[in-house]
């Protein structure tokens, strides 16, 4: 059983909060306002690759692209101008599943970890803030009757992650479709591989 098997709520959240000071790797992608995320496996496509979208004006603003036959099932998450940001691999033997964010050059930028859970997913991110040079602990948290789930950073929510959109627009056949809302502050390429890695664990739980 997946996080995301059926939903009970309609009611519509309250907007996130800013976050100050920045959060993230990538200052470039901060959010300047809040903003909702497309993340949806490409059909028919070779490998874990991921269109990663505006939910309201359908434009691209991250490429992910799977590696071919890779043990790790490495993803290359690059903007779009074909740049790269980071890799975002599985890493091998590790129970619960657990992913690494990797540099160009193979240095560690992030780790997420998985913690067992016979009630909905439990998932932290490890890093080093960009704009304070600190270390910070994301907290993913989401339950088996809803679909959907909350990233929190020291109690404030930074991320909504659901397989709705708006709790009025269904998703069509496709589990591999994730939407994920982005406080202003946060680095959205930073919060698009901790959903990556959600996506990864899902797929693998089926």
Do not use: W
């Not at 907007?15 to 959060?23: E, K, N, R, S």
């Not at 997913?121 to 959907?148: C, W, Y």
Request: glycine share 6%; proline share 4%.
């Amino acid at each position: 059983m997946g996080l995301f098997d059926r939903s009970n709520s309609n009611v519509a959240p309250a907007p996130l909060q800013p976050v100050h000071p920045p959060l993230g790797l990538f200052p470039q992608f901060t959010a300047q306002s809040e903003v909702t995320l497309k993340i949806k496996e490409k059909v028919l496509a070779l490998g874990d690759t991921f269109y990663i979208q505006d939910a309201y004006t359908q434009g691209n603003i991250l490429q992910c692209d799977g590696k071919i036959f890779s043990l790790r099932r490495r993803k290359a998450i690059k903007d779009m101008n074909g740049n790269l940001l980071f890799y975002l691999q599985n890493k091998i033997l590790s129970f619960p599943q657990g992913f690494v964010g990797l540099a160009a050059d193979e240095s560690r930028l992030f780790e997420v970890k998985s913690q067992i859970s016979f009630t909905g997913a439990k998932m932290n991110m490890h890093f080093i803030n960009a704009s304070t040079q600190q270390p910070v602990v994301l907290d993913l948290r989401g339950t088996f009757f809803e679909r959907r789930a909350e990233i929190m950073m020291n109690g404030q929510v930074v991320g909504r992650v659901s397989r709705q959109f708006l709790n009025a627009r269904q998703l069509l056949a496709d589990n591999l479709t994730f939407y994920v809302t982005v406080a202003p502050g946060c680095d959205i390429a930073l919060i698009v591989a901790f959903v990556l890695s959600l996506a990864d664990r899902e797929e693998n739980n089926k």
